[in-house]
């Protein structure tokens, strides 16, 4: 068998492959909000219907991420994202093929099942083939990868429009397609794994999300408002971005499919280069609880320009990118500050179960709201009461950001004054 040496070529070989797997996670994802519209108007989705498809991606994990950690621990990063990119892949074929809404939701459960596990299994092989300075930024340039995928994603109507004129199903079969090319990459990142093992015997160290029930007794005060905004943040964030901002950019402001994927696309491009930068000046200055309040703070200025301004969605647009390359690039390095680190895991774990429970809650009420008050592209004004759910959702973020921030201080404070 050929074996390969442990070494930076070998480890950016390796970075490429993941970061190839993650684009096609990201994009796979993200492939319901372009085809919204579609699905409503061809196959007769209400929104409730349209929320599900999303939310139910999110279900499991509330429960599977708990565990995943454990499995990819137990059987290898590379064993365990060739197989959760299959899962993720059949996921993306039952959906693209699904003659009815009952297919294509157990396609995005399916599609969910897999997806979250494949995350932390490409975060732990970057971290096993990167060490010291150059793992933060290996891991930050993954992650704009992935994005670049939302961003493609979101752009399908205008770099596809061909696919989408020929319905709904086109499009998504495209998505099919791309997580193909993702169980390709995750094969040949295990073929290379498989190989640098054969000549590196001591083995690879993994990270570990083990859960103790008994450990979140342990937690200060400020990790819990640290969890209460991130359930908050990404439920508004994701909810909006991932599943109803296209279709409500069309219907309440006039925009045509691939204008308003193009506008929604624009919040993954930010993100792409802002995060990195934001991680970097936080480390730098050291104000992580501030910026992380300013972070929250334009998420609800953002959805209350939306809903009830004529401003240019420009304005809305960049405020959310803002927020989303600020608050990810805040939130996960804050977290280990406000945890001892061998209950990181533990920490970071939890939070990625609430973290899934809030964004499943807010598909499926946005979509009740919309279905309940007959928005569409004739009633517009049926759209407010999602934005009064998101602005109130959003609000309730930056509340436990700034308790965050005077519990944050107040601890720096009291540190610096005993000389801590």
Request: aromatic share 14%; with cysteine.
């Amino acid at each position: 068998m050929i074996q390969l040496e442990r070494g930076r070529g070998v480890a950016w070989l390796v970075f490429l492959l993941v970061s190839v797997a993650t684009y096609g996670n990201f994009y796979v994802y993200d492939s319901i909000g372009p085809v919204a519209d579609l699905l409503q108007r061809q196959r007769g989705f209400t929104d409730t219907q349209i929320g599900l498809l999303n939310a139910i991606y999110s279900l499991p994990n509330i429960v599977l991420i708990l565990v995943g950690g454990v499995l990819v621990d137990r059987f290898g990063a590379s064993r365990m994202t060739v197989w959760t990119a299959a899962v993720c892949l059949a996921g993306a074929a039952l959906t693209a093929y699904g003659p009815d809404i009952s297919t294509m939701a157990a396609g995005r459960l399916l599609y969910g099942i897999g997806a979250e596990t494949f995350n932390i299994s490409t975060t732990v092989a970057i971290v096993s083939y990167f060490s010291g300075s150059s793992v933060a930024f290996a891991l930050g340039l993954a992650l704009a990868i992935g994005r670049a995928g939302s961003f493609s994603a979101d752009m399908s109507p205008a770099w596809f429009a061909g696919a989408y004129a020929g319905g709904w199903q086109p499009p998504l079969v495209i998505a099919m397609l791309i997580a193909a090319t993702s169980f390709v990459a995750a094969l040949g990142y295990r073929w290379i794994d498989v190989r640098v093992r054969g000549s590196s015997p001591a083995g690879v160290p993994r990270a570990q999300q083990r859960f103790v029930p008994g450990d979140l007794l342990k937690f200060g005060t400020a990790y819990w408002y640290l969890l209460a905004l991130c359930v908050f943040w990404y439920a508004v964030i994701l909810a909006f971005r991932s599943t109803f901002s296209i279709k409500y950019f069309q219907h309440a402001h006039g925009l045509d499919l691939a204008t308003a994927g193009a506008m929604n696309s624009y919040v993954f491009l930010a993100a792409m280069f802002a995060t990195p930068a934001f991680g970097w000046l936080c480390d730098r200055t050291g104000r992580y609880a501030p910026m992380l309040a300013f972070g929250a703070l334009l998420l609800p200025i953002a959805i209350v320009i939306m809903a009830l301004t004529d401003w240019s969605l420009w304005i809305a647009t960049v405020l959310i990118g803002i927020s989303y390359s600020l608050v990810p690039a805040v939130m996960w390095p804050l977290a280990s500050k406000l945890v001892a680190a061998e209950k990181f895991g533990t920490a970071l774990g939890l939070m990625w179960v609430v973290q899934n429970a809030g964004i499943a809650g807010a598909n499926l009420t946005a979509g009740w709201l919309n279905d309940r008050s007959g928005a569409s592209a004739t009633n517009p004004a049926g759209y407010l009461p999602m934005m009064d759910f998101f602005g109130l959702a959003s609000t309730l973020g930056l509340v436990f950001a700034l308790l965050l921030w005077f519990t944050a201080g107040r601890r720096h404070h009291e540190a610096a004054t005993h000389g801590g």
